[in-house]
């Protein structure tokens, strides 16, 4: 009874497969090996490491057959297959004519094909990625550089390149369909992971190209928001007001947010300069209104990486462009709202010291691409507000809102100002 109670368990809760090289459950189906008993042995691929590997009906001691296993396993030759699956053809073509005897000219084939993605994978061990981890963290790498570094090692691992050997890192990143500020973001990964190591290479040159951002209709921006969920709906919010970082904002804590003043504190990036955005009080509602379920962090928990959250947006962004039938819609990601912000303050106001200031730019270059933009795309859009100042108190008031002084003394004694019109202005 006990056995069999004991098997019943076992099959409503199987184990899950996991991989024997590096213990992760990250697995997916590779393909079917045919015996020539006519049985079948289901192989698997692990997405961590891209070790291969098959589980068998044996003991526990043997429940996987390793990759090294696969080529001393007799394959079938046609005759003895049931049916042909995708690739048969192929397969049939090189297959051996005497019968009963091994498919040599596939073996050959598969060995070819698996032996580049088993080499990357098995020298990136799950020890050395721990390794390059804590050999940036000990080195003051921010961690979003961590991570986007250890992302590309493993792409380059998973490619086939011998990280070992900087040639091959070369010709993989070559080959790949890249644009060339992404080639050379994957050559400073390889260039510090073989710090680790104690090596040097000649770092191949791949030269960014600089691309005018896509700067959305102030309508389209109101849309995106109004069509996302309530924490997703703050988040663009806060980006579009405050033109912060996405990283900026996913790191922020309740404590960066003074609900009485309606003021949000921001720890820069990049090493850009520190600032505290005023808010409005729409914005100031969606974060009193938010659960407060990841603790101290207001969008996130500490261990949450901003992919997650990129992700959904992009889920709930196709949603609403095929909602509202605008395309356009799924140009717009989470720096898109920064650059917009950018290029209407530089619209609204001409001064690219403010807008300097607005970004937290330490070098004034950055800032005149913003001042560029505005004046190709709004060249002739220009609205204002206007208002009329009868005495002296009044004109400081209307100075201190924002507005210029135009001309005055009229027959009523009144001064008009103006100041240009925010399209996506709330209530403040």
């Known amino acids: ?43 698997f691929l692990c997405k961590i490491c891209g070790y291969r590997f098959s589980k068998t009906s044996l ?10 296993k696969i080529h001393t396993k007799s394959l079938n030759c046609q005759k003895t297959l049931f049916y042909n699956r995708q690739g048969s053809d192929e397969a ?3 297959a051996s004519t005497a019968q009963g005897g091994p498919v040599k000219a596939l073996t050959e084939v598969e060995t070819r094909q698996e032996m580049p993605q088993r080499e990357g994978a098995q020298q990136l ?38 990280l070992y050997d900087p040639e091959s890192v070369k010709h993989v990143i070559a080959k790949q369909p890249w644009s060339a500020g992404r080639k050379d973001l994957a050559c400073e990964a390889y260039t510090t992971f ?29 849309q995106l928001i109004a069509g996302c969920s309530p924490r997703m709906a703050c988040f663009l919010q806060l980006l579009l007001e405050t033109a912060m970082r996405p990283g900026e904002a996913w790191q922020l804590t309740w404590a960066d ?12 990036e990049k090493g850009s300069k520190s600032r505290t955005y005023k808010i409005s009080k729409e914005l100031a509602e969606m974060l009193d209104n938010l659960p407060r379920k990841y603790g101290e962090r207001i969008f996130s928990r500490p261990d949450m990486p901003i992919d ?19 395309p356009r819609l799924l140009q717009i990601s989470f720096k898109t709202l920064r650059h917009f912000k950018a290029t209407m303050e530089a619209w609204r106001t001409r001064d690219p010291f403010h807008v300097q200031d607005f970004l937290r730019h330490k070098n004034i270059k950055n800032t005149m691409r913003y001042i560029h933009l505005a004046q190709i795309l709004f060249k002739n859009e220009q609205e204002y507000i206007t208002k009329v100042a009868h005495n002296v108190k009044e004109a400081c008031a209307l100075i201190e809102a924002g507005f210029e002084y135009v001309t005055g003394e009229y027959d009523d004694g009144g001064k008009i100002f103006r100041k240009p019109k925010d399209p996506v202005a709330y209530e403040g």
Not at 200 to 205: D, E, F, I, N, V
Not at 207 to 215: A, D, G, L, S, Y
Not at 308 to 324: S, T
Request: hydrophobic residues 30%; aromatic residues 8%.
């Open 194 to 222: 073989l710090t680790m190591q104690g090596g040097t290479w000649q770092r191949p040159t791949y030269r960014r190209v600089e691309k005018e951002p896509f700067i959305p209709q102030p309508s389209e921006v109101k």
């Open 257 to 268: 947010y003074d609900k009485a003043t309606r003021t949000i504190r921001v720890t820069p």
């Open 92 to 94: 049939s073509s090189r």
């Open 1 to 43: 009874m006990a056995e069999a109670e004991e098997t019943t368990n076992s099959v409503k809760n199987p184990r899950p497969i996991s991989c024997p090289l590096c213990g992760s459950t990250k697995i997916c189906k590779d393909g079917i090996r045919y015996l020539t008993d006519g049985s079948n042995i289901q192989r």
């Open 59 to 68: 003991n526990n001691s043997e429940q996987y057959q390793h990759v090294q």
């Open 125 to 162: 061990t799950p020890q050395k990625i721990v390794d390059f981890i804590w050999y940036m963290k000990r080195n003051g790498y921010a961690e979003a550089t961590i991570q986007g570094r250890v992302r590309l090692i493993k792409r380059l691992a998973k490619l086939g390149a011998n």
């Open 308 to 326: 997650h959250h990129n992700r959904n947006f992009a889920i709930q962004r196709k949603r609403i462009a095929q909602k509202l039938k605008n």
